[in-house]
């Protein structure tokens, strides 16, 4: 038995105007053929599936297609799009006959003149393997499911956490779905799936505790039924401006099944009904936040700066925060931030460590959010930003953030770095030598999966309500291409007044 294995991840943010390009995914990683399992078989969705696989009765041989991962940013631009295209689409020709294909995906990528990256890919592997060949894809449950991601995957198989804990399981979920269509060959999955016209705030996505939480937990109830191969609830990436954006609710069956299909409706209900609640996040603008930061007792406070938030496709230079912090006279214990900013890096290299820092810093990737700030201190730290992420988004995920530097200015400390990772996780300063646990305040440039890493330690967590591309207040940006009405950006009452939401898409 041959199963062809392919990575396609990276989540867009189409607000944020710097393209995603070809060396920005080869930073995280590029592979083709056998390199694709050899190279990354241990990461994230990959590992769980092959672990899976390996336990079945019979000779299973995996056949490396391409691995394409980059952190989120802006849209793919053009050429990258078509490499990607074109070596998928190669592997797969040059791999022969294969008895099924998996694929791991996001779900929110989108490129230059193709807005659902994850739909075209599928729909290309179709094209190459033919429709009677099992196609099983991956996703994040901020992906936006679209009608092509439907027709051309026999499965689609969702995370079922927030903060994304269960890459690993997800892949597992995913083999034991392929293998039910190995052992019942001809015999074709039925999905029933509903698009729901909204979009909610993202510090309220947390499966574990946080408000849909009951959902994810019927999701689980539903997929211990015998005929019930995948459900997902995908809480869509909100700042990707493309068609079909808002909330999906999937189930993938062995069998017809209209009691199934009548649950659905029931959870698409309940789901709808969250709504207003899911909207309900207490947002501080930046003087307001530190000065309530500062009235805490114990420390670190740990503030989610969703706006900018790396993990979200935003910059991550945004200078709201720094200004506040460079304006106060005293911290106690100081601030800890980090900026993107290859330009304020080269500065501090040529200064070295000792000198003297006097140099503008961030604002220049989105200047329509933000301005740089003039930033004087002393460079206290080079080195390079080169980790493994293992917590919310990654598992064994290598991850080079080029060269930091370490500057402190008066009651701040700010990790320059040249390229965008994660910002929810403490591992990306404790690998400059600074523990957020011993700061007054500490910026994670997040929403709310930082909660994983930074909730054991923080005395208290923070919401910013600040500029960037991926505000929590989505009426701060303009939508251009989503499907309309859709909520909270217009006004609408029922998921019927929304015509271009199928009632029941099988």
Not at 157 to 179: C, F, I, M, N, W
Not at 183 to 190: A, D, I, L, T, Y
Not at 215 to 241: H, I, K
Not at 434 to 447: H, Q, T
């Amino acid at each position: 038995m041959r199963i062809a294995i392919g990575q396609l991840w990276q989540e867009t943010n189409t607000f944020n105007r710097n393209a995603t390009t070809l060396a920005d995914f080869e930073n995280w990683g590029v592979a083709t053929g056998g390199d694709v399992i050899a190279k990354y078989g241990n990461t994230g969705e990959l590992s769980g599936f092959l672990k899976e696989a390996k336990t079945w009765d019979g000779d299973v041989e995996f056949v490396g297609l391409a691995r394409y991962v980059c952190w989120p940013w802006g849209a793919v631009d053009a050429a990258t799009w078509r490499k990607i295209r074109d070596d998928f689409i190669a592997q797969l020709e040059a791999a022969g006959p294969v008895d099924a294909v998996f694929l791991a995906l996001h779900g929110a990528m989108s490129a230059e003149g193709e807005p659902d990256v994850t739909g075209a890919i599928l729909e290309l592997a179709r094209l190459t393997v033919g429709s009677d060949v099992p196609i099983v894809g991956s996703l994040d449950l901020h992906g936006n499911i679209t009608p092509r991601m439907v027709a051309n995957a026999d499965v689609l198989v969702g995370y079922h956490a927030a903060p994304h804990l269960d890459a690993v399981q997800t892949g597992e979920r995913s083999a034991k779905a392929l293998r039910w269509m190995l052992e019942h060959r001809g015999q074709k999955p039925v999905t029933y799936w509903r698009k729901l016209p909204m979009m909610t705030a993202a510090e309220n996505h947390n499966t574990f505790t946080g408000i849909p939480a009951p959902l994810y937990r019927q999701l689980e109830a539903f997929e211990r039924e015998p005929n019930v191969l995948s459900a997902g609830l995908y809480m869509v990436m909100a700042w990707f401006d493309t068609p079909w954006v808002g909330w999906t609710a999937l189930i993938t069956t062995t069998e017809n099944d209209r009691g199934l299909r009548e649950k659905l409706d029931s959870f698409c209900d309940a789901c709808w009904e969250l709504r207003h609640v899911m909207e309900d996040v207490e947002r501080l603008p930046a003087k307001e936040l530190v000065d309530r930061a500062l009235m805490v007792k114990g420390h670190p406070v740990v503030i989610g700066d969703g706006a900018d938030a790396t993990n979200s496709g935003s910059p991550g230079d945004a200078t709201e925060l720094l200004r506040e912090f460079l304006s106060r006279e005293s911290i106690p214990r100081g601030a800890l931030t980090f900026m993107v900013d290859p330009q304020a890096v080269a500065v501090a290299k040529e200064i070295g460590e000792g000198g003297a820092f006097d140099a503008p810093v961030g604002g220049r990737y989105s200047p329509e959010f933000s301005t740089p700030v003039q930033v004087k201190g002393t460079v206290e730290k080079i080195l390079d930003m080169k980790w493994t992420l293992t917590g919310h988004i990654g598992n064994n995920l290598p991850i080079d953030m080029g060269t930091g530097a370490v500057v402190h200015a008066g009651e701040t400390t700010i990790l320059l770095v040249e390229r965008s990772g994660p910002g929810s996780s403490p591992v990306l300063y404790e690998t400059a030598g600074l523990d957020p646990r011993n700061f007054g305040m500490v910026v994670a440039k997040s929403p709310s999966g930082f909660r994983a890493d930074y909730g054991s330690f923080a005395a208290e967590i923070l919401l910013a309500d600040t500029d960037g591309c991926a505000p929590g207040n989505l009426q701060r940006l303009t939508y251009e291409h989503v499907h309309r009405p859709l909520w909270p950006l217009n006004p609408i009452a029922s998921m019927e007044e929304a015509r271009w939401t199928p009632a029941g898409y099988v």
